[in-house]
């Protein structure tokens, strides 16, 4: 009797699991439960971002460099001669022509010598005139008018080196320029090489620079050059290429470039300091996309494009840059589209949508400058 009640004991819990079973999806606890709103979906929800598309347009290519301003002409006076200061012609910082005598030595002495060696010089062809007239009757022999006419040559010859030497004594401007300051008084024994004051010529400023080797084939004699001092601010100076250096340096492998920059109101002063920028040559019909859309990673650029409601992680090598917008060289089609919003949380594949529009009476943003 016992057998058959532990029989229907089994049977009655293999019915009740049976039924169980079958009947599972009604029973509360364990039934099918309603699932959340994301698995409906059918994965996470989608990013609102903002999208631009990429842009076509002709730019200059330009390249950046720095370079120091040099005058058009300078020069540092210096004494040529020994003697005293007799007289001082110039003020500090005046603007003088070329030629004009800015200092006198004392030369008194190199004055009297002339005197002395211009009498020797007119007594000797005096005499080689006389020489010549009469060896014409054959009064004179022939060797005795060549030993007047080398004494004639000799006394004209000390007579302009005691006239070059009294030059040297008044000390003249080279060219038109503006004085520096003046390092000698009234008075003074100066000697050969003692530097008296500068002249620089600063209506033109020539501008020198380097560029790296790999854009030599963009620069030409003649491109433009806008150049800026930190010690102007505001102020942009617009120049051409004179010279371009005919060797590379090998250690930097960059060429010297000259430019000139005309300077008439005389505020690039020399040796100050200048940032360049080089124009050298048209792009035509590049790719751009504005600087927001730019995403920095372990020195890499990359932007996300936006195709079917995905965003596609994207690299790119970045050309020129202009105010707001910067030139996609690789990695870009002309019809993309790229989001410049929400850079930070997009990942590749994520499913993005436009961002909800400003609620109405809000300010409107600015677009970016």
């Not at 010549?132 to 080196?161: F, N, P």
């Not at 090489?193 to 600063?202: A, F, K, P, Y």
């Not at 505001?234 to 010279?243: L, Y």
């Not at 048209?282 to 995403?295: G, H, N, Q």
């Amino acid at each position: 009797m016992k057998l058959w009640g532990q029989v229907l004991v089994v049977g009655v819990i293999a019915a009740g699991a049976g039924l169980a079973f079958i009947y599972r999806d009604n029973l509360p606890f364990i039934g099918k439960q309603e699932t959340a709103p994301t698995a409906r979906s059918g994965g996470a929800p989608a990013l609102p971002v903002d999208v631009a598309p990429v842009k076509r347009m002709d730019i200059t290519r330009t390249i950046e460099a720095v370079g120091t301003a040099q005058a058009n002409e300078a020069v540092t006076i210096t004494a040529k001669a020994t003697g005293l200061i007799e007289r001082i012609n110039f003020q500090e910082g005046q603007q003088v022509k070329a030629g004009t005598i800015l200092v006198e030595l004392d030369a008194a002495e190199s004055s009297a010598n002339i005197s002395a060696l211009r009498a020797a010089r007119d007594g000797a062809r005096l005499a080689y005139d006389r020489a010549k007239q009469l060896i014409e009757s054959k009064s004179v022999a022939q060797a005795r008018v060549d030993e007047l006419s080398k004494a004639y040559e000799g006394a004209e010859a000390r007579l302009r080196a005691e006239q070059a030497k009294f030059a040297d004594s008044v000390i003249r401007a080279p060219f038109s320029g503006k004085l520096g300051l003046r390092k000698v008084s009234l008075g003074a024994l100066v000697r050969p090489g003692d530097v008296i004051t500068t002249l620089d010529d600063t209506t033109v400023i020539k501008l020198e620079f380097e560029v790296p080797e790999t854009v030599l084939s963009g620069v030409a004699v003649g491109n433009t050059v806008n150049a800026m001092a930190g010690a102007l601010p505001n102020r942009k100076f617009e120049g051409t290429v004179a010279t371009i250096d005919s060797r590379i340096d090998p250690a930097t492998r960059a060429v010297r470039v000259r430019a000139i920059i005309a300077n008439p109101e005389d505020v690039i002063k020399p040796g100050m300091f200048m940032t360049v920028a080089l124009s050298i040559g048209k792009v035509a019909d590049a790719i751009m996309v504005p600087e927001e859309s730019l995403l920095a990673q372990g020195g890499e650029q990359f932007v996300f494009v936006i195709r079917d409601g995905k965003a596609t992680r994207t690299r790119v090598t970045v050309g020129q840059r202009l105010p707001g917008l910067a030139q996609i060289t690789n990695g870009l089609h002309g019809d993309d589209q790229v989001a410049i919003t929400g850079l930070q949380q997009l990942r590749d594949g994520a499913r993005v949508r436009p961002a909800t529009p400003p609620i109405s009476g809000s300010p409107t943003p600015k677009p970016a400058t």
